[in-house]
Nanobody
Framework: QAQLVESGGGLVQPGGSLRLSCADS????????MGWFRQAPGKEREFVAA?????????NYADSVKGRFAISRDNAKNTVYLQMNSLKPEDTAVYYC?????????????????WGQGTQVTVSS
């Protein structure tokens, strides 16, 4: 069973970059597809990016972050990353990572069985 802990959030100016990390303390990390979601105040949780299990050859992104964000995984470290570049104020949200017992990553939150506690990202000047 995955146990996920996110880190790397913080305050950044528009146009800046952050890298989020999500570490799994379990022993079966490579068997999970992983996803990143975010939730802004007063809004529903929305999909950001996902990566397939094992080697992570397949990724998918929300249109709003395509070309600016990149998801990757390091199975040796049981960690999935979200590199965020060219950040905008509308990227401000709590970011969550999640694990799914599937081969491909999904954009639907209900496909994920384990969630982290979230990390706050604030983009403001």
């Amino acid at each position: 069973q995955a146990q996920l802990v996110e880190s790397g959030g913080g305050l950044v100016q528009p146009g800046g970059s952050l890298r989020l990390s999500c570490a799994d303390s379990g022993s079966t990390f490579s068997r999970y597809a992983m996803g990143w979601f975010r939730q802004a105040p007063g809004k529903e949780r929305e999909f950001v990016a996902a990566i397939s299990w094992n080697t992570g050859n397949y990724t998918n992104y929300a249109d709003s972050v395509k070309g600016r964000f990149a998801i990757s995984r390091d199975n040796a470290k049981n960690t999935v990353y979200l590199q965020m570049n060219s950040l905008k104020p509308e990227d401000t949200a709590v970011y969550y990572c999640a694990a799914a017992n599937t081969i491909l990553g999904h954009s639907v939150p209900e496909r994920y069985h384990t969630w982290g506690q979230g990390t706050q990202v604030t983009v403001s000047s």
